[in-house]
Structures are given as C-alpha cells and as structure tokens.
C-alpha cells in the first residue's frame, strides 16, 4: 500500500531541545516537501529536496534542517532556534517529471511545553 | 513572484445547495491545478485536479472549471452534505518549476 507516513502524529518538546520529525515514502517520488500549518492558516514551505543529497530553503527555513539520504526518507529537524515552533507539520511528496501531483503525509502536531 | 489568490476564506452553506470556490493564479505558464481537502487534523487530500488543455473536468458531485485566459480556476460542489466540511486549498504548479503554489484556503461548512 504505497503513500507518505510521517511519525509521531504527536509531539511534545521542551523549551530549548532540538526534535525531529519522520517523513518516509514509498512512491518513489524524487522530490519531497516540508510545510508548516498554523491553526486556521495556510500551507508555508519549510524546505524541498528535488533529488537524494540535495535540498534548498523555502519561505520560512529559519530554525529548521533537513538531510536527504535516501530518496524514501526526508526527516525534518526543528532546532532549538525556532522561536514559535509549535504547529502541525506536513511533508509532501511530487510526481517526477511532468506536473507535480503532489500528495501529503498525515501530518505531525508539535506542541512546545 | 508566483501567487494564487483563493475567494472566499470562509463559506457556509445549506445542505443540498451548491458550493462555489474561486482561484486566481499570477504565473500564466503554470499548467496543472489541483484542489484540495483537508479535514480536521489530518494531511490535505488531493479530490480533483486540472490540466491547462482541458477547460472542465467532473467527478460526481465535484467539478473544476479553468479560464486560462483570466488565469482563474473554479471549484464546485453540488448536492453539498456535512461530510463536505473542511478546508479547501486550491494550488498551481508549472512542468518548469520546482514548488507548488497553493492559495490560502477555504473554510466550508456544510449545514444539516
């Protein structure tokens, strides 16, 4: 059953601490995404990587990394930088060539207590 | 640079009635637009999706109609019932262009 999963759904951090977040895909989609959503906002890219060992920043990379070793896997890192992280994160993943269907992960809640 | 405008924020609607949902798009070489859902707590779905050489497309009770000319592309829901409440995002994207550009999003309730 392919799609894109994303661990946990849930999750808490203290003030301070680094945490990341899982992103993995079966489809074998070259490029994947990172979102951040806000409560009754939009969908603001975070970073993209368009192939393995590669990525660039979107709209609002400040705060947050990424790695790209594998083309199933793109895990998000939120640093102890990001000054409002608590938000629910979405990853993505594209269609490659051609136009970009672009389907989501379930999403994860990070809440900073 | 690339922008996707989305009218209305919020709508509400009787049950049975129609919903209409409208896009802007700024970037006239984009060429695919999809719609789509997101529920409460979970990941958008993606329901329908446009290619630049078709003017209409349908599914059931969903259509989306595209004016490539205005750049606007249109969702409508017909026959709504509660379970069509959630947010609706429209998005645009090019063959050329690394990111997809979705709008800010629709609130629909759908009311019993």
């Known amino acids: 059953d392919g799609g894109i999963t994303q661990s946990p759904k849930y999750l808490f951090r203290k003030e301070g601490q680094n945490v990341t977040l899982s992103c993995e895909q079966n489809?074998?989609?070259?490029?994947m995404y990172w979102y951040r959503q806000d409560p009754g906002q939009g969908l603001r890219l975070i970073y993209y990587?368009?192939?393995?060992?590669?990525?660039q920043k979107g709209d609002i990379a400040e705060g947050y990394s990424v790695s790209r070793e594998k083309k199933e896997s793109f895990p998000l890192t939120v640093t102890s930088a990001q000054k409002n992280p608590t938000a629910f994160y979405l990853c993505?993943?594209?269609?490659?060539?051609?136009?970009?269907?672009?389907?989501f992960g379930p999403g994860t809640r990070l809440t900073v207590l | 640079g690339e922008n996707v405008e989305q009218h209305p924020s919020t709508l509400s609607v009787q049950e049975g009635d129609s919903a209409v949902i409208k896009c802007t798009y700024s970037?006239?070489?984009?060429?695919?637009f999809p719609w789509y859902k997101q529920e409460l707590g979970k990941g958008p779905q993606l329901i329908i999706d446009?290619?630049?050489?078709?003017g209409e497309k349908k599914d059931q009770r969903i259509a989306v109609t595209l004016n490539k000319t205005a750049k606007h592309f249109s969702l409508h829901i017909t026959e709504t019932q509660p379970e069509d409440s959630a947010v609706y995002f429209c998005?645009?994207?090019?063959?050329?262009?690394?990111?997809?550009?979705f709008g800010p999003g629709t609130s629909l309730s759908v009311i019993p």
């Open positions: 998005a645009a994207s090019t063959t050329s262009y690394d990111k997809v550009i």
């Open positions: 993505a993943s594209t269609t490659s060539g051609g136009v970009k269907e672009q389907f």
């Open positions: 990587s368009q192939i393995v060992n590669d990525f």
């Open positions: 489809l074998n989609h070259d490029a």
């Open positions: 970037d006239s070489a984009s060429n695919y």
């Open positions: 446009i290619r630049s050489n078709v």
